[in-house]
């Protein structure tokens, strides 16, 4: 059995930055990952198969709807071969969460299957197919923090960011991302990378106040006003120094000084709120540091 992590996705700031004639439209926004991730195991079989787990697998299909496995059809019809795959999904991440769980297991689902059907990088192209599936499983394939540009298809490396302690919260709703964007009003935002990475936490939370923000979120939180009863909770919470709405949302992320301050605040969030979903987790610019195993989070 060959097992992939699926980590999830953090939008540090999205700015929309304009719309195509055919309504896709173009971003700018830093992207990392974090400590907490799906799973995505694969074992050789006569035909492809799916099985969901895990606190959200019940929330999922097995057939072609789920994307797990349209993406593991679409790769095998690309490389012509005949081999199946018996497919198992840890379903960990909430559900249309805005943190790319979905993207993040399409991903996964490339990387498993890459290996376990020998398929040479330069035999296909994965990231046209990437791409083809959502536009957050390009950045999700590439694995590293980047800036993220047009609908997802530009990803310009940044260097490593602070490996800063920080917590995820999502108070158990879904936000459905082409509403979000519908209901986005005013002009459309400029890009704002930055030339120098920052090399402590302090600096990053600077870049990131510094006309940086999430564009989508007035919209998201005007669909659901828990969004804005989350990110209050954050930033009141002890030792917070930075709160932000990731994606279209719902889950909302908050940075702290130390593991302490964040192992506190989802204690207490969660005795306050015990349906939501909080998690200690850390940033991590390079997603092949996160391993699966005896160290992987219990389900």
Not at 276 to 286: E, F, G, N, Q
Request: proline share 6%; net charge negative.
């Amino acid at each position: 059995m060959i097992s992939v992590p699926a980590p999830a996705k953090l939008n540090l700031y999205l700015h929309v930055t304009g719309k195509r004639d055919d309504g896709y439209h173009l971003l700018d926004s830093l992207v990392a990952f974090a400590d907490v991730h799906d799973t995505v195991s694969v074992e050789p079989a006569s035909d492809l198969s799916l099985i969901n787990t895990g606190p959200f697998g019940d929330g999922l299909a097995n057939d072609q709807s789920n994307l797990v496995l349209r993406t593991a059809s679409q790769l095998r019809e690309m490389t012509g071969t005949f081999a199946g795959a018996r497919i198992t999904l840890n379903k960990r991440l909430p559900i249309a969460s805005g943190i790319g769980g979905g993207s993040a297991d399409a991903a996964a689902t490339i990387k498993a299957l890459a290996r376990l059907w020998a398929i040479h990088p330069g035999q296909v192209d994965l990231s046209g197919l990437a791409l083809g599936l959502g536009a957050d499983v390009p950045v999700c394939l590439f694995g590293k923090a980047v800036f993220m540009g047009g609908i997802g298809e530009q990803l310009d490396p940044i260097a490593d960011l602070p490996n800063a302690p920080m917590i995820m919260v999502n108070p158990g709703v879904s936000v459905s991302t082409p509403s979000v964007f519908k209901a986005r009003t005013g002009p459309f935002s400029s890009v704002r990378r930055f030339a120098d990475p920052p090399e402590t936490l302090k600096q990053l939370i600077t870049l990131l106040q510094g006309n940086r923000r999430n564009d989508l979120m007035a919209a998201a939180m005007t669909l659901e006003p828990m969004i804005g009863q989350t990110l209050q909770r954050i930033e009141a919470s002890s030792g917070c120094l930075f709160a932000r709405m990731s994606g279209s949302g719902a889950t909302c992320f908050g940075f702290y000084q130390t593991m302490e301050d964040a192992e506190a605040a989802v204690e207490n969030i969660l005795t306050e709120q015990p349906l939501w979903w909080a998690v200690v987790t850390h940033l991590v610019s390079d997603t092949r540091a996160i391993s699966v195993g005896a160290t992987e989070p219990p389900t």
